[in-house]
């Protein structure tokens, strides 16, 4: 039984009616009809036009600044409030602060293997960074990932040695040495080498990094982040351009008066 446009805007207008003072409210099907028995005077009449409504309603539907939609599996019909203007920059800002944070949780829950591939991924998508490619875990020799770096994207390249920790505790120097050693053995001529931690390095281990014959780039947490975003991997930037009713045009035009 198709609805009627009467008993449609009915159900609509009840539904609003139980969910006025709220962002969100989940109105259960049996409270719909008790609504609707109370608008049309009897329970028949009641389960009839939800009967009729209850279908159109399986799609999106908004009236008055509000979401409408019924959700048939758990019967209940699911009321929104619409964000306005105001609330949609603070949303937008709410994103931009907390993206930076949840990409930090999201790469610090990798495992090891995990870490050593998505480092292997974010450097392939960066222009110095060339032909990279993560090596196999059991004959890696202390080198996770190998490639070419250029220094200036238009200049020569040099190949590129690199490890990836994914550690609770600061690389000690130690790890810093074997690095070292690691690019001694490589059998490379003018190696560049990439150490990155995600918990960082102790002051002994940058000093010994920093005074390698080899020229060594170190990236904490921050630098992956920071390149995360600079190429938008595992990303995605949202650009909305939105028409909204414009409320001083329309409260003007009728004569409403001004909040406060």
């Given at each position: 039984?198709?609805?009627?446009?009467?008993?449609?805007?009915?159900?609509?207008?009840?539904?609003?009616?139980?969910?006025?003072?709220?962002?969100?409210e989940e109105v259960p099907?049996?409270?719909?009809?008790?609504?609707?028995?109370?608008?049309?005077g009897d329970r028949t009449g009641a389960m009839?036009?939800?009967?009729?409504?209850?279908?159109?309603?399986?799609?999106?539907?908004?009236?008055?600044?509000?979401?409408?939609?019924?959700?048939?599996?758990?019967?209940?019909v699911c009321v929104s409030k619409l964000p306005d203007a105001d609330e949609l920059e603070r949303i937008a800002e709410l994103y931009r602060r907390s993206a930076p944070e949840e990409v930090e949780r999201r790469v610090r829950i990798l495992t090891?293997?995990?870490?050593?591939?998505?480092?292997?991924?974010?450097?392939?998508?960066?222009?110095?960074?060339?032909?990279?490619?993560?090596?196999?875990?059991?004959?890696d020799g202390g080198i996770d990932f190998r490639g070419r770096y250029a220094p200036d994207v238009r200049g020569p390249?040099?190949?590129?040695?690199?490890?990836?920790?994914?550690?609770?505790?600061?690389?000690?120097?130690?790890?810093?040495?074997?690095?070292?050693g690691a690019l001694d053995t490589s059998g490379e001529v003018k190696t560049f080498g990439l150490f990155v931690s995600t918990a960082g390095f102790t002051d002994p281990a940058h000093e010994a990094l920093r005074r390698s014959r080899y020229p060594i780039l170190v990236w904490s947490i921050d630098e992956v982040r920071e390149r995360v975003f600079e190429v938008s991997m595992g990303l995605r930037r949202v650009h909305l351009t939105l028409?909204?009713?414009?409320?001083?045009?329309w409260d003007e035009l009728v004569g409403r008066?001004?909040?406060g």
């Open positions: 039984m198709k609805a009627s446009l009467d008993d449609f805007e009915r159900v609509v207008a009840v539904l609003s009616q139980a969910a006025r003072r709220v962002q969100y099907e049996h409270q719909v009809i008790a609504f609707l028995e109370q608008a049309v009839e036009t939800w009967e009729g409504v209850a279908p159109e309603l399986r799609k999106p539907v908004v009236r008055d600044g509000r979401v409408f939609e019924w959700n048939l599996f758990r019967r209940v090891g293997p995990q870490f050593e591939r998505f480092i292997g991924e974010l450097l392939r998508q960066i222009p110095n960074f060339r032909a990279v490619h993560v090596t196999q875990v059991s004959r390249e040099w190949p590129l040695l690199g490890q990836a920790k994914q550690t609770a505790a600061p690389v000690a120097v130690r790890e810093a040495r074997d690095f070292i028409d909204m009713v414009d409320e001083t045009f008066p001004a909040p």
